[in-house]
């Protein structure tokens, strides 16, 4: 473990460090307050930091508040050396923000102590970061495809539109459905209709560009909104996946599953007032109309029509 270390009196702060050297530490010390607050300013800066109360520079309860002021300044745990063993101090350390407290009379065993308690906040913090991060990512991604989540898919989407709006350009939006998926999951099984899923997913995320959007947006339909792509070529592009996924069928043990897809367009105004709901809509509008008898076909909104002829 990292460990900053920081007192003006060198002896202290030599004997601290070489017992944090001796437990297998990767100790570095400061002279005063000021020096430990340039250190704390890495990136890669210790997560237990030693700081001394009275230092020249800046004190090590003005260090802890400014470290805490920062975004990621409680991930640090710190303890707060004094000469002073008296408990009137507490009140005052925990105020400036530090986890722990401790006179420099202690002995060996209960310094260590202290750092197995800090070794326990670090894995503890570790634990929380990753947990919110895979929090952060479901949110954001269909966890059976790796594709955009319908949430983050209408978040992006306003945001393009908005943008298109802006630079009077058009923006594109496909609604994509497997069709007869009730069918294929009935006869094949779950598994063998989530590698379904995953194929088209994967195709479609393979025929975009890098910034393009692709998205699950129900159970089994996907969303594509490309930028600057007015009907013509949204249509080109649509027709393209429509028939890459219909001549790759997906394979489950020694059954071979063959599927098709319909596809919805609709293509924004820049002269209305749309939003991700309603171009979604126009879309799914759309959608019904190609995926009607045995789908396999695109069909484009009448309104994304008259919007490419009035431009």
Known sequence: MRVLVADDDAACREVLAGVLREEGHDVIVAQDGSEAWGILQNPRSPRLVFLD???????????????????????VYVIMLTANGGMEHLREAFEAGVNDFVGKTASVEELLARVLAARRFAKVYEELVSAQETIHQLRRHDVLTGL?????????????????????????LALIKVDHFDMIRDVYGHKAAED????AARLISSSIRP????????????????????????????????????????????????????????ITDPASNQDAGDLT?????????????????????PMASAAAANH
């Open 281 to 301: 809509d126009l879309a799914h509008n759309a959608l019904y109309q190609a995926g009607k008898g045995d789908g396999n076909r695109v069909a484009a909104n």
């Open 53 to 75: 109360w009275t230092m020249p520079g800046m004190e090590g309860p003005e260090v802890c508040q400014r470290l805490r002021r920062r975004e990621d300044g409680n991930h």
């Open 148 to 172: 955009e989540s319908r949430r983050m898919v209408l978040e992006v989407l306003q945001k393009e539109m908005v943008r298109a709006t802006d630079i009077q350009s058009s923006l594109g």
């Open 211 to 266: 910034y393009d959007l692709a998205g699950r947006y129900d159970e089994d339909e996907f969303v594509l909104a490309a930028p600057d792509f007015d009907l013509e070529r949204m249509t080109a592009l649509a027709e393209q996946l429509r028939k890459a996924l219909a001549a790759t069928p997906v394979h489950v043990g020694k059954e071979t599953i063959a599927f098709t897809v319909s596809i919805g367009l609709a």
């Open 196 to 199: 379904v899923l995953r194929e």
